[in-house]
């Protein structure tokens, strides 16, 4: 088992940044992908980001390159989103997850954090 806690979610205005941690327990980190989904009101949980482990591979939604970064600490088990000039639409759940291989369906991902809101105002 893999337990993931979140961290970071907040209020934060158009144009501003946030950064998101995920706190991995359990077994063997460095085995994992991990990555970022968000959920939206009303709509479904989609792709952010995620970094595969073993190579330093990452991966974005086109909604987000060029504002969101993932990297990862090996050492703190720790995984971060950080997030930069915010839009409205970008106001979701996040939900940090991990899994054997990287991928950018939910519905193949083993292991799921609680979710921290971020909310971007206008």
């Known amino acids: 088992q893999v337990q993931l806690v979140e961290s970071g979610g907040g209020l934060v205005q158009v144009g501003g940044s946030l950064r998101l941690s995920c706190a991995a327990s359990g077994r063997t980190f460095g085995r994992y992908a991990m990555g970022w989904f968000r959920q939206a009101p009303g709509k479904e949980r989609e792709f952010v980001a995620a970094?595969?482990?073993?190579?330093?591979?990452?991966d974005y939604a086109d909604s987000v390159k060029e504002r969101f970064t993932i990297s990862g600490d090996n050492a703190k088990n720790t995984v971060y989103l950080q997030m930069n000039s915010l839009k409205p639409e970008d106001t979701a759940v996040y939900s940090c997850?991990?899994?054997?291989?990287?991928?950018?369906?939910?519905?193949?991902?083993?292991?799921w954090g609680q979710g921290t809101q971020v909310i971007v105002s206008s």
């Open positions: 970094i595969n482990w073993s190579g330093g591979r990452t």
């Open positions: 997850a991990a899994d054997r291989q990287l991928t950018t369906n939910p519905r193949l991902i083993a292991y």
